[in-house]
Structures are given as C-alpha cells and as structure tokens.
C-alpha cells in the first residue's frame, strides 16, 4: 500500500507571498498525482492532476510539479481567497490522500 | 454542468443499517467511475471505495473492506454507500467523487457532502 505523506502540517504565509507544500509517495505512483483544495464547510475541489497540469478554471497562480515519489504546489502569489487546507492523492495504485496542509493568511 | 448531489444529513443509532445516495447529472452517468471518501470530524480525507456504474464492479480500500458496500442504480444515475451495522466510529462527512477517466484517475467533480451522525 502506498502511504502519502505532506508537509508541513500547516504554513502561515503573508498576501502575496509565495506557499511552497510538499507530498511524498512512499513508492514511485509516476505522475499519477493530485492535489486538492478544502475550504471549511466545503467539498474538496480538484486544482491539480497529472502533477501538474491545473483543472478548469484553476488561476496560474497555482502550479504543480514533480514525479516519481517527490511532488510540489505552490501558490505563486497567495490571495486571501486560498486560505485552505491542500491534499494530495496518488492514484497509481489505490487512491489514498495524503494527510494535508492547512494553508493560513497572515 | 456535471453536478453529484448527496442525500441529505441522518442521525442513526449503533447497530442500525444507513443507505445515502448520490445522484449524477449533466454526463452520460455509466461512463464514469464513482468514488467515496470519509472525513471524519476535524480530520482529513479517506478513500473508501470505487463502483463502476457501468456493471456495478466495486473495489474496496482494505480499511473499509467488509464494512460497507457500494452499488448503484443505473436508471436513476444515482450510487450509493451503504452499512449493514453502523458504529459510533462511522460519524463523519462522506463524499461521493466523480473519476475523470477510469478507474485510476483523479476526481474532477464531487457531491456536497452527506454528514452521518450515530450515536445511542
């Protein structure tokens, strides 16, 4: 069974600065990754897949990369509107999520 | 518009058996796959399971193998999660997941979510 594993937990991280999360695979999942984007009191909503290729509707501030076992997003310039908490998932084998990073604005 | 949308809120009592739905619109229903996800309170997201909505072919994440079971109804684009025997550990928000392609592929569309509250 693959594990996910994200960090940091959680990241405090001022307007317009950039957030840097990480999600690693305990076993290549290739470029078979997500990510995804929770706000509270809302289902998850999908930013990210192939590892880097951003959904519908998704701003270019976010950007995803990585393969192998090794996965970055980043958030280029954070808005208020992405306070949040961001998971990964692999779906190479199963479909398990990481345990996610909540994502606070200054 | 692709929309999932969830039955609403139960409160059950241990022991009694649970049935929520989630209905599909806006594409062909059978041509994609299903998932469930958990999120128990406060904490993060648990793939439980996935249905082909094409011949009902279910698999199962080995957490939640032989406590829940997945099916669907073709005629209505409507799946479902079901328990036999609820615990008080089954309190949680549970999501239905629309797979982009195939049964390997990431969730492009989700319900609202359906919380499921037991307690005696």
């Known amino acids: 069974e693959i594990v996910m594993t994200q960090s940091p937990a959680f990241l405090s991280v001022s307007p317009g600065e950039r957030a840097t999360l990480f999600c690693r695979a305990s076993q290549s999942v290739t470029r078979k990754l997500a990510w995804y984007q929770q706000k509270p009191g809302q289902a998850p909503r999908l930013l990210i897949y192939g590892a880097f290729t951003r959904a519908t509707g998704i701003p270019a501030r976010f950007s995803g990369s990585g393969s192998g076992t090794e996965f970055t997003l980043t958030i280029s310039s954070l808005q208020s509107e992405d306070s949040a908490v961001y998971y990964c998932?692999?779906?190479?084998?199963?479909?398990?999520f990481g345990g996610g990073t909540k994502v606070e604005i200054k | 518009e692709v929309q999932l949308v969830q039955s609403g809120a139960e409160v059950k009592k241990p022991g009694e058996s649970l049935r929520i739905a989630c209905k599909g619109s806006?594409?062909?229903?059978?041509?994609?796959?299903i998932s469930w996800v958990r999120q128990m309170p406060g904490k993060g997201l648990e793939w439980m399971g996935r249905?082909?909505?094409?011949?009902?072919?279910?698999n199962y994440s080995p957490s939640f193998q032989g406590h829940v079971t997945l099916s669907v109804d073709k005629s209505s684009s409507t799946a479902y999660l079901q328990w036999r025997s609820l615990k008080a550990s089954d309190t949680a928000f549970y999501y239905c997941a629309r797979h982009t392609s195939g049964y390997d592929s990431e969730f492009d569309a989700w319900g609202q979510g359906t919380l499921v509250t037991v307690s005696s």
């Open positions: 806006g594409y062909t229903f059978n041509r994609h796959w």
């Open positions: 998932q692999q779906y190479y084998s199963w479909l398990p």
């Open positions: 249905i082909d909505p094409s011949d009902s072919y279910a």
